[in-house]
């Protein structure tokens, strides 16, 4: 198939997103090493931070694109290691609420810090229209990606 000019470049965008995905992750694993985290540790907690209440699992993987099994695996390691603990959930018998601990919360204010700096030195000298472009274009793409996907995805 004839690809449009369209489709080529935002081909060069998925795979640029890539390997930009992996770097941030590379970079993500750095920060939180002192920390006793990992980008994916990182991310899960960043989920429950950001909605400011606790989530079940299969919340978590909901707003983050991720699997439930996935989400658990991860969740199973930071309760191992004293960053989150499961509650009884009021509205479900079965999925226990995952809350964030004192001493989570403590490393998240020290990897605000850590990630603030990082984050102000990356965008020096990049312009807040541009990234505030580009924001807004991925996040269209991730909209159309997502109401065409099953489309393809049950394909023979």
């Known amino acids: 198939m004839q690809r449009s000019p369209e489709a080529l470049a935002i081909t060069e965008l998925i795979l640029e997103t890539f390997r930009l995905n992996g770097q941030l992750l590379e970079a993500g694993d750095r920060l939180t090493a002192p920390l006793g985290l990992t980008s994916a540790r990182w991310q899960i907690l960043g989920a429950i931070e950001t909605e400011g209440q606790s989530l079940t699992v299969a919340q978590i993987g ?60 990356l965008s020096d000298a990049l312009s807040e229209t541009g990234l505030r472009r580009a924001l807004k274009l991925m996040k269209e793409i991730r909209e159309r990606c997502a109401s065409i996907e099953e489309k393809y995805a049950n394909r023979s």
């Open 62 to 121: 909901r707003r983050m694109g991720l699997s439930r099994q996935a989400v658990q695996r991860i969740v199973n390691d930071l309760e191992a290691n004293g960053f989150v603990k499961l509650e009884e959930n009021p509205d479900h018998k079965r999925a226990k609420l995952v809350v964030l601990t004192p001493s989570c919360l403590k490393t998240m204010r020290e990897l605000d810090e850590i990630q603030g700096a990082w984050a102000n030195e």
